[in-house]
């Protein structure tokens, strides 16, 4: 049984900064890429960043790039989300995923596994 569960989320001025969590309970977690992925209400979910295996390959949506920054420690089966400069418009719940494929993707249908999500909320 796969779990990932994301911490860091809460309240936050714009501007300011929140790190993000997700602890994989996965023994492949270290050959798994790995997702951020954001839904905001009354929207689609949509990509925010994903890292390869390695922790070498990286993507990010253009609406965060140059803000947020996305790493991993294998050795505590973790995938961080960091988010700096933060807007209104990022509030969000956050969740991560995690992929078979050793390469970061954007693509949700590539994700097998997803967390539970956790709420960033953005005040102007």
């Known amino acids: 049984q796969v779990q990932l569960v994301e911490s860091g989320g809460g309240l936050v001025q714009a501007g300011g900064s929140l790190r993000l969590s997700c602890a994989a309970s996965?023994?492949?977690?270290?050959?798994?890429?790995m997702g951020w992925f954001r839904q905001a209400p009354g929207k689609e979910r949509e990509f925010v960043a994903s890292?390869?295996?390695?922790?070498?390959?990286?993507s990010y949506a253009d609406s965060v790039k140059g803000r947020f920054t996305i790493s991993r420690d294998n050795a505590k089966n973790t995938v961080y989300l960091q988010m700096n400069s933060l807007k209104p418009e990022d509030t969000a719940a956050y969740y991560c995923?995690?992929?078979?494929?050793?390469?970061?993707?954007?693509?949700?249908?590539?994700?097998?596994?997803w967390g539970q999500g956790t709420q960033v909320t953005v005040s102007s």
């Open positions: 995923a995690a992929a078979p494929s050793r390469y970061s993707s954007r693509y949700q249908s590539e994700y097998d596994y």
């Open positions: 890292i390869s295996w390695s922790g070498v390959g990286l």
């Open positions: 996965v023994r492949t977690f270290s050959s798994a890429s």
